[in-house]
């Protein structure tokens, strides 16, 4: 049974040189309700949104490390999963006009939201502007559609019970949702939205993948050419035996372009607890071969080799993982695209990225000519066809925690300062909150006089309704033209 998951996990179709940059994208079909299928598999899409784990205490990061786990043990032992992280770059253009409001004719209001637009530009220079979007793909190999969507609405119950255990809002994606993340990877340096629709696609017999693949893609030895920006991908090879919490967040705190993926097949447990005890069978033969012949030298006192030892230490640990502390096995790939405007660039970049893995104890490494089989393993295709594999516990796989912060940047959303985690713009819609009231606190010299006084403009510009102002101390006059 596991060698035949192994071998179907690694299983690609006739290798065909693309012809066209069309060619180089594995999807065969969309269907409406955001299911794709590439080769033999069928995947679906989920967005999470993040939580507050860097500034929790330890108990509420123990408490979510462990629902964390939760989830990875709750994944389909027929289906393997995809958590992705991609790292988007803000338009600056389609940014400014989503934080600020439309133009009026009134007179006051134009000066006003002029000045206000200056103000955020300004605020936006100094903020991150890049925000981390979040997907986990479930893929599996169904015999059709019918078959497929009965699968992923089951999976799908159960992330959202699972993902709601920490405060994380799941939410399923469409097909357009799901071509606009290609879309913006490829072609997000254009600018513009993604205006497909695939019902006037097929109308006019149009191609869904001319929408978003970009104007040309070269696959070179070590590194991508994507139109006239360069791209690669690393892979981590040498996992630790104790590993932080913080590397992944570490790795998509540099402020680049990129996408992080971390692909995890769970292995049932009779399967598993049947290989380990395997591994353990050889080591001990090899022992008692090793005594054996030490006996034979006459030597009754030699000490077991320490690499056999220790080898059969770590068997026994993680057998014991298997049977009685609830863990499962999995095969784990991370890995890792980011983008550069040049070649010189991207080398840096890929060292700098490299180097922040070795301060883990964790070695990356690149893939020679196999850079476009990594491409399709790292983007949500629910694809894995590079063979990188780790083999992993639950909370081994739990540690690459793909948690942070959360981000506030609502749509018509008055701005409230800059998060101290991301250093990206908090732009809260009240009206969204179940409760809208709220309290300015800080000490003396902090700006909650500024911090109310901006509240107050920017709900005069976004509104016509009327606002009623209790100033004992004067703090706040109209000016009357």
Not at 326 to 354: C, G, K, P, W, Y
Request: proline share 2%; hydrophobic share 35%; aromatic share 10%.
């Amino acid at each position: 049974m596991l060698k035949r998951q192994l071998k179907n996990l690694g299983k690609r179709e006739k290798r065909v040189i693309p012809k066209s940059v069309q060619q180089s994208i594995p999807i065969k079909r969309v269907y409406r309700d955001g299911i794709m299928q590439c080769g033999q598999y069928f995947s679906k899409t989920w967005r999470f949104s993040d939580i507050n784990y860097a500034v929790a205490s330890d108990d509420d990061q123990l408490e979510m490390f462990l629902a964390h786990s939760a989830i990875l043990n709750g994944l389909p032992t027929d289906a393997f999963a995809k958590i992705t992280v991609y790292n988007k770059q803000l338009n600056r253009n389609v940014f400014e006009q989503f934080i600020t409001p439309t133009d009026h004719t009134d007179k006051n209001k134009v000066t006003y939201t002029k000045e206000l637009k200056e103000l955020l530009s300004d605020k936006m220079s100094d903020s991150n502007n890049i925000v981390h979007e979040k997907y986990i793909t479930v893929s599996s190999e169904k015999k059709n559609i019918e078959e497929a969507r009965t699968f992923f609405a089951r999976v799908g119950n159960d992330l959202t019970a699972d993902f709601g255990k920490i405060s994380s809002h799941i939410t399923e994606l469409n097909y357009k949702e799901r071509l606009r993340i290609f879309y913006d990877f490829f072609r997000g340096k254009e600018g513009g939205t993604f205006n497909f629709d695939l019902k006037k696609a097929m109308a006019v017999g149009s191609d869904f993948k001319d929408y978003i693949c970009p104007d040309s893609m070269e696959f070179k030895s070590d590194y991508i050419k994507i139109g006239d920006r360069f791209a690669r991908v690393i892979f981590l090879k040498e996992y630790p035996s104790f590993l932080k919490d913080s590397m992944l967040s570490e790795l998509t705190d540099f402020s680049r372009n990129m996408m992080l993926s971390v692909d995890i097949q769970p292995i049932p447990t009779d399967d598993a607890v049947k290989e380990v005890q395997k591994k353990l069978l050889a080591v001990e033969t090899d022992i008692t071969k090793w005594q054996q012949k030490q006996n034979m030298n006459n030597n009754f006192s030699a000490n077991v080799p320490y690499e056999l030892e220790q080898m059969r230490k770590e068997i026994k640990e993680f057998l014991d993982d298997l049977t009685t502390r609830d863990q499962r096995m999995m095969f784990v790939t991370v890995t890792l695209l980011h983008i550069a405007d040049s070649l010189d660039a991207l080398n840096n970049d890929t060292e700098t990225l490299m180097s922040i893995g070795r301060k883990h104890l964790c070695n990356f490494a690149t893939l020679k000519y196999q850079q476009e089989d990594e491409m399709k393993t790292v983007l949500p295709y629910g694809l894995m066809n590079i063979k990188a594999m780790r083999t992993l516990t639950t909370e081994s796989t739990a540690v690459l925690m793909p948690y942070k912060t959360q981000e506030i940047i609502d749509n018509d959303g008055i701005y409230y300062g800059i998060n101290a985690i991301s250093h990206n713009l908090l732009m809260c819609n009240r009206k969204l909150l179940l409760n809208g009231n709220g309290f300015i606190l800080g000490v003396s010299g902090s700006g909650k006089s500024f911090a109310s006084k901006m509240e107050i403009a920017m709900a005069a510009l976004f509104t016509d309704d009327d606002i009623i102002i209790v100033d004992p101390e004067h703090e706040v006059r109209q000016e009357v033209a």
